[in-house]
Each structure stands twice: as structure tokens, then as C-alpha cells.
């Protein structure tokens, strides 16, 4: 937008300067002072039009570039932070793991125990009948 307006500015001031000239080329009798005078303004004012607008698209350039800055930290930053996270992620699954094998050989021994609680009660039961037909045999 901003360049459309440079080249539309551009194009005024050069059919501004053709007309000036060819007003002076018709001779100095043709040759109105105010007129010149009126296109003198004119020229002026277009010429302050391409001012603005170049300050305007230069303005805009350095905001375009800070935004970019902007967005490249800020893109930087969240790379970071992703980068932190699947560290977190691959450290908490690690510890899932060595969790979930814990239990398991937790579980494994409980088992074990269960097996050897009901082999000790099975062996309290035959040492309490062997100790009663002792008895029953004295």
C-alpha cells in the first residue's frame, strides 16, 4: 500500500513537472506567474506527500523488524520451554517404569509371602495333629 502510494505520488510529480515545463516552454508572454506560483504549491505539497509517505513505509519497515525480533525470541523461548518439556516427559516416563517394575516385584514377593503363610499354616495343622496323636499314642 505504501509503495502503490510512492509510485502514485511519483507519477504526479512527474506530470506536475512535465505541465510546469511545458508551460514555460510556450514562452515568457504565455507564462502566468501565478500559475507557476500555483504549481509550485502543488509541487510542494507532493513532494511533502512523498516525505510522509516515505516516513510512513520507513516507519513501518522498523515496526515489521521489531515484530520480527519480537516473534523470534518469543519463538526461541517456547523451543526452549518444548525442549524442557519432553525432557520432563521422558523423565517422568522413566520413573513410570521403574515404578511400574517396583510393583511388580512388590506384588511378586506378596505373592511369595501368601505362598509361604498358607505353607506355615498347613505345617501348624500337621504339627498340631501329629502332637495330638503323640498325645493320643502316650
Known sequence: LVREHTIE???LLAQQKADLERTLNLGSSNTNEDQVHLMNIAINELNL?????????EKTRQD???QLEEITSEKS?????????C???SL???QIQRAQKTI????????QSEELLISVEDLKAELASSVEVQKELE
Do not use: F, G, V
Not at 511388580?104 to 505373592?111: A, F
Open 9 to 11: 505520488i511519483e507519477k
Open 49 to 57: 506527500m512523498l516525505q510522509d509517505a516515505n516516513y510512513q513505509r
Open 64 to 66: 515489521l523488524s521489531l
Open 77 to 85: 523461548s517456547l523451543k526452549s520451554q518444548i525442549e524442557d518439556l
Open 87 to 89: 525432557q520432563e516427559l
Open 92 to 94: 517422568a516416563r522413566e
Open 104 to 111: 511388580n516385584e512388590k506384588e511378586t514377593k506378596l505373592h
